[in-house]
């Protein structure tokens, strides 16, 4: 909160009528303390007065910053200091900001208290302030690292989704298959392209993943992945996470109010994990929705009124409400609001069904990582082909050099299946909002992305799709999407694409709506 502070002023004596100046004390909380006598050393007044017009006042503000808790080790416990900013350095950050302060350190004494032994509190005087923000969350990519990934690309021209599936199995690759998952991974932490319209009205680029899955399907290894392939991210588990540490806390101290950023501001800009969502109560899951939808924390707590930037990535990943029952809705099974399911733009559902060609061949995988074997082997030659620091570059590059729009084709292709979602409906009432045409968007941007292009072609509308369709209860135009958890990659995707796109398209074809399908683009491969 900033104050005003009474600086410098001048005192005049009484009996000798000369004036001198008086500083206020910062060791003792700005207090003034007056001589015992006239400094003139032919007077020995003792009484004073301040001369009017001559106190000088200045913008205050203490702040706490507290060190960044990626720096630290695991269990310990991140230190904070205290900063006093004056004149034109108050205001200049906000909770969740990163900073870097320069000035000198002083002490500052408690408050007297009856037997009550006085403390020295460390206190720096900032004299400049810089947020970091920005340059945190920015990657610089040599350019020898953009030739590889030019000439990536160059090399799997005519089979560009046998190169992205490369690059998806360098996510979380100590967990077996799951190919609907590391793509939906790979598409939340790229995001979609941020529009805002002629009245200035935002639509978030950012999109949010939930993982609804039985105990051990790999929830929490792909949590903690995604942690490191972002360059901000806070990790927290929702059976210890209420609204306040979610959001902003009001905390008083030294008799002033305070704010306290949560894990949602303090992963502005970029990704917030929640482990066991369902563990959360409903009122603190509620207290979410504007960080989602609107990317930012309205506050108005202890005469504290104002507006906190929340422009993150939320990943949640959360247990089903006893056994999964497909017949049922989403809500049903999770316990969670249709409200807030709407605002997850995939939610995937792994059931740890009885598969024994599934069991065996994870088990294999399993058993190679203790040992020598063919798989082990190929999943080492992966990991070095697109090790995690140039993981963490393609992605940064992809979200800041690529802007994609989409294409007429595209536009068909996502217009008419939401319309056919829209229509048939039942169960997924919470997810059929407008919401979905919004994350539709999102989603086939970002494949485009991931695909190293600034165009949303046929093929990224229909993979949008495809991630939608694992996501909802009923499939729309796809018959037996199968269990995301045993989902693997195809030897051949691009063929298997193939296929997908002519059932689709033959399935949205039966709309009115919707164009001659010989005349959308058609991929150069076909």
Request: glycine fraction near 6%; include cysteine; charge should be negative.
């Amino acid at each position: 909160m900033v104050k005003m502070m009474e600086g410098d002023r001048q005192y005049q004596c009484g009996a000798c009528k000369g004036s001198f100046p008086v500083c206020p004390e910062l060791e003792a909380r700005n207090s003034i303390v007056l001589p015992p006598k006239c400094p003139s050393q032919r007077c020995a007044g003792t009484s004073f007065k301040v001369v009017e017009g001559s106190i000088i006042r200045h913008d205050y503000q203490e702040i706490k910053i507290q060190e960044n808790t990626q720096m630290l080790d695991v269990g310990a416990i991140p230190r904070s200091v205290c900063i006093v900013l004056k004149d034109d350095l108050v205001d200049k950050a906000k909770a969740g900001d990163d900073v870097i302060v320069t000035g000198y350190l002083t002490a500052k004494w408690s408050p007297e208290l009856k037997d009550v032994r006085c403390d020295l509190e460390p206190v720096l005087v900032a004299n400049h302030v810089r947020t970091t923000n920005e340059q945190k969350l920015e990657i610089e990519v040599p350019n020898d690292v953009v030739i590889k990934f030019k000439q990536f690309w160059s090399d799997y021209k005519d089979t560009p989704l046998k190169g992205r599936n490369i690059i998806l199995q360098a996510i979380c690759p100590q967990v077996f298959g799951l190919f609907t998952v590391k793509l939906a991974v790979a598409l939340t932490l790229i995001g979609g392209v941020q529009h805002v319209d002629a009245s200035g009205t935002k639509i978030r680029g950012e999109s949010h993943l939930l993982l609804v899955g039985d105990p051990g399907t790999g929830k929490s290894q792909f949590l903690k992945f995604s942690a490191k392939l972002s360059n901000r991210s806070v990790i927290t588990t929702g059976l210890g996470s209420t609204s306040a540490g979610l959001t902003v806390t009001a905390v008083k101290d030294g008799g002033e109010w305070m704010l306290e950023a949560g894990a949602l501001v303090l992963a502005d800009g970029g990704l917030c994990c929640i482990d066991e969502f369902d563990s959360m109560r409903e009122h603190d899951r509620a207290t979410i929705h504007e960080a989602m939808e609107q990317q930012t924390i309205s506050v108005a707590k202890a005469g504290l009124v104002t507006t906190l930037s929340t422009k993150t990535i939320v990943f949640g990943a959360t247990n089903p409400k006893g056994q999964y029952d497909p017949n049922q809705s989403l809500s049903v099974n999770t316990t969670l609001s249709g409200p807030l399911l709407s605002r997850f733009d995939i939610v995937l559902v792994l059931l740890d069904t009885k598969n024994p060609e599934w069991d065996a061949v994870v088990s294999s995988h399993i058993l190679a990582e203790q040992g020598e074997s063919i798989t082990g082997k190929n999943d080492e030659e992966l990991t070095t082909t697109w090790p995690l620091p140039m993981l963490r570059r393609y992605i940064q590059y992809v979200k800041r050099y690529f802007k994609p729009v989409l294409t007429k084709e595209a536009e068909n292709v996502i217009s008419c299946y939401y319309q056919l979602q829209r229509r048939s409906a039942i169960q997924n009432a919470a997810r059929t909002t407008v919401r979905m045409l919004e994350s539709l968007i999102r989603l086939a941007q970002a494949h485009a992305r991931l695909m190293f292009r600034n165009e949303v072609t046929c093929l990224d509308a229909i993979t949008a799709i495809l991630c939608v369709e694992s996501s909802m209860t009923t499939s729309a135009v796809v018959d037996n999407v199968g269990n995301a958890l045993h989902s693997n990659f195809t030897e051949f995707p691009d063929e298997e694409y193939i296929k997908q796109e002519r059932i689709i398209l033959e399935k949205l074809n039966s709309m009115d709506s919707f164009p001659d399908p010989a005349t959308l683009d058609r991929p150069s491969w076909s």
